[in-house]
């Protein structure tokens, strides 16, 4: 349920951001809006993307970081026959192939290996810190930068139309793909990777986030319409829809504040919220050896 905006401590904001802007930028126009400075996000979006970004407002806040590591769900466009910087539309071209030899049978081939965990290199021009700096700082001072691979897992890369127009005289494959992914997965290093397998080259053309966790497109808002009729999701709410619950009561909520693990019978090693009597969330916990372990307590 969204309430309004104005008089509301904490909560969720859900935007569907457009192409164009930073996630920063969002973050600034929200806390004029809210008239507050304590916002932030949960997962940047490049300039070029669209789609879910999650805000969280004053002691939501604390939820940020752990909403950030949920999956993701997006829908690209990825081009094959053009390499570029960035590994996305926004860089400079680095090569150019013809990709009129590339077959569907050779796309299934290649985008097989994809799937699952796999070990995938991020882009050189990424918010990874090297030695303390992001790495795309790095790469605009000047620097060659390798960014060792990290384990992610794709539970879903799927193709839903493929197209053969030309680019300066030379075909290109354009590619419509869902991608369902584990936090720090890079579509663009999927269109580069595939690309590479397949030895013409690709990029990122398009992408838009449809789901971080439970909260998809059907309850982001842009932000005209934020800007119109205010609105966020309250923390209960927030936190009953990303986490397993437990609900406590009155005295054990008074030791749940005070920081006190409390037994649970719970063996899923995912986090829990825990709510008191009135149906405000306390905290959130992680299950150990038969005991819910605070991971953040919200004070009251």
Avoid: W
């Avoid at 990874?128 to 890369?157: C, F, H, N, Q, W």
């Avoid at 819910?292 to 919200?298: A, Q, R, S």
């Amino acid at each position: 349920m969204a309430v309004s905006l104005y008089g509301v401590n904490s909560g969720i904001l859900l935007v569907d951001k457009p192409q164009g802007i930073t996630s920063h930028d969002v973050v600034a126009r929200m806390r004029r809006l809210a008239g507050t400075r304590k916002i932030g996000h949960a997962g940047t979006l490049d300039p070029m993307a669209t789609g879910v970004l999650v805000l969280g407002i004053e002691r939501a806040t604390r939820l940020l970081g752990h909403l950030a590591l949920t999956d993701k769900a997006y829908d690209a466009t990825l081009r094959l026959g053009r390499a570029t910087v960035t590994d996305d539309a926004e860089g400079d071209e680095l090569e150019a192939h013809d990709a009129s030899a590339v077959t569907r049978a050779d796309l299934d081939a290649a985008l097989a290996p994809m799937r699952g965990e796999i070990d995938q290199r991020p882009s050189s021009v990424s918010a990874v810190k090297v030695d303390g700096v992001r790495s795309y700082a790095r790469v605009r001072a000047g620097e060659d930068v390798a960014l060792p691979a990290r384990r992610v897992t794709i539970t879903r890369l799927d193709v839903h139309d493929l197209r053969r127009p030309a680019v300066d005289g030379l075909p290109v494959v354009d590619l419509d793909v869902t991608v369902e992914c584990s936090s720090g997965t890079y579509v663009r290093a999927i269109a580069r990777d595939l690309g590479e397998a397949l030895g013409v080259g690709g990029h990122l053309t398009a992408l838009r986030r449809t789901r971080v966790g439970t909260f998809g497109l059907d309850v982001a808002r842009t932000l005209d319409a934020l800007e119109a009729e205010p609105s966020i999701v309250p923390m209960a709410d927030a936190v009953a829809r990303a986490f397993s619950r437990a609900d406590v009561d009155e005295a054990t909520a008074a030791k749940v504040l005070t920081g006190a693990r409390i037994p649970t019978d719970s063996g899923d090693p995912a986090l829990v919220g825990v709510f008191g009597p009135d149906g405000a969330v306390l905290s959130l916990a992680e299950p150990r050896d038969g005991l819910l372990v605070p991971v953040v307590v919200f004070s009251s």
